[in-house]
């Protein structure tokens, strides 16, 4: 089984501003082709996407695909999804709207959906996108704390667990310490030769937000990881007219052997 996380900013490609010149204004049919691309490219099994789209346009691409698809609302603009070659029994989202959802806690998106692999076996996989700013650390705690809550109780139904996205954090805060704490292990410390930049996708790297934790019953399991740096997901250079790609983050993916 191989996943990715992506934080793909609304499909529009980056810089939005010269991808416009080759896809047109978002979202049109151009966007969708090659989006469509883009995940077959990935080839995963299960890609969780964060900063992502209406699901009426989502789902078409799914269709394509061959793949399921889950939506987890954003009470801001930031939905998240998570496309599956595999059946999705359910999924449940953990923020919804409210007046003062852009200062409350899991403000991006956050939620879960219960997917079923060969034999039966059913696996959660979280999808998060934690809040944004170094200097908001502490809503990233209260985040942090919520989030606990969910994955004791999801645990609680099926030990077999993946959680992946947007994290907008070192490994010393909160969430990573929650995950640690319940043995869960990061897929590019233990099988990716170490933590490697996800953002900027121009140039050099300056900050690790993406990343893959799987759960205790998953991790003997876990293979391979790798941040994606191919043409059309990474440029090594700066900024210039006429070049884009396709996200300002690079996706991460982990594979993992399930035991049948």
């Known amino acids: 089984m191989k996943i990715a996380s992506y934080n793909i900013l609304a499909m529009r490609g980056y ?20 989006f469509t ?4 490219e990935l080839d995963c099994d299960l890609i969780a996407l964060q900063e992502g789209v209406n699901p009426a346009f989502l789902h078409p691409i799914a269709y394509e695909l061959g793949c399921n698809a889950a939506t987890f609302v954003s009470p801001c603009k930031w939905p998240g999804h998570l496309l599956s070659r595999h059946r999705i029994v359910e999924s449940r989202t953990f923020s919804h ?63 077999d667990m993946i959680v992946l996205g947007d994290f907008n954090s070192g490994t010393e805060e ?25 953002i900027p996708s121009f140039g050099e790297g300056n ?23 191919a043409e059309g997901f990474h440029y090594p250079g700066e900024k210039e007219p006429g070049i ?3 996200s ?3 996706p991460v993916w982990a594979e993992i052997e399930l035991d049948t």
Request: proline share 5%; with cysteine.
């Open 15 to 34: 810089p939005p501003s010269e991808a416009v010149k080759d896809l047109g204004e978002p979202l049109g049919d151009r966007h969708a082709e090659h």
């Open 207 to 229: 900050a690790i937000l993406d990343h893959i934790y799987v759960s205790p019953s998953l991790s003997s399991g876990l293979k391979k990881a790798a941040v994606v740096k």
């Open 97 to 159: 709207f409210s007046p003062q959802a852009e200062s409350a806690p899991l403000s991006r998106c956050a939620g879960a959906a219960l997917v079923e692999f060969a034999h039966g076996r059913q696996i959660w996989v979280v999808v998060v996108h934690l809040y944004p700013f170094r200097e908001e650390w502490a809503r990233r705690v209260q985040e942090s704390q919520l989030l606990a809550g969910h994955v004791d109780g999801l645990l609680a139904e099926h030990h």
């Open 244 to 246: 884009w790609v396709h």
């Open 174 to 198: 909160e969430f990573h310490q929650v995950l640690r704490q319940r043995n869960f292990i990061n897929a590019m410390e233990a099988a990716g030769g170490g933590l490697a930049y996800t």
């Open 37 to 40: 691309k883009v995940f077959a």
């Open 248 to 250: 300002d983050h690079l």
